[in-house]
């Protein structure tokens, strides 16, 4: 299955690898236009051998900007909540799922996605039309639903390592396109 392939990659990373490419992922992250003139930003904190996040919401966070972040509900949604800083964060077991760090403070409800200027996915990969290959839960598949049925607009990107820009992943009917990619050596950008 393609989604454990992309997962066996990332988990053969070493710890500084995951590091470094966080560092460097925040940096070109921060240099996109849909980031800088961002008021509110969705994102998540990465867990694993995912492209770091923490530095990235850190950064954003110093510049002013609001960063929510998603804990999820018992059937698979989000809700939202303010990301104030690395000690604002609980870890959270889901069931036979991995453990997740979410905002300990007030939820937002799962619209308060609708708000976000730029939204911030994760992926495993992600191929030349923009499509995104989740890990197959469906939580972001209703976010991205979501912001279409409130006719909100914000940018979509997809975090990810360089080799997770690929020619093509499976996509569902349902499946909605990324605006652009980050990943630690520079930017994608696909036609929307």
Request: aromatic fraction near 4%; charge should be neutral; glycine fraction near 10%.
């Amino acid at each position: 299955m393609l989604r454990r392939e992309f997962l066996t990659v990332r988990n053969r990373l070493t710890a500084d690898v995951v590091r470094e490419a966080a560092g460097a992922l925040a940096a070109r992250a921060l240099e996109l236009p849909e980031l800088a003139r961002a008021r509110t930003v969705a994102a998540y904190v990465s867990v694993g051998s995912e492209p770091g996040t923490l530095t990235l919401l850190d950064a954003l966070r110093a510049r002013g900007v609001r960063v929510l972040l998603p804990a999820l509900l018992p059937d698979n949604d989000l809700d939202w909540g303010a990301y104030a800083g690395e000690g604002s964060l609980a870890r959270v077991q889901h069931g036979g799922k991995m453990a997740l760090f979410e905002p300990a403070g007030e939820r937002l409800g799962p619209d308060a996605v609708s708000a976000a200027d730029a939204v911030l996915l994760p992926g495993l990969a992600v191929d030349a039309r923009g499509m995104r290959l989740g890990r197959g839960g469906g939580s972001y598949d209703r976010v991205l639903a979501r912001l279409e049925r409130a006719h909100a607009h914000p940018a979509l990107v997809v975090l990810l390592y360089d080799v997770e820009i690929v020619e093509s992943v499976p996509a569902e009917p349902h499946d909605r396109p990324v605006h652009a990619a980050v990943t630690p050596s520079g930017v994608h950008r696909f036609g929307t």
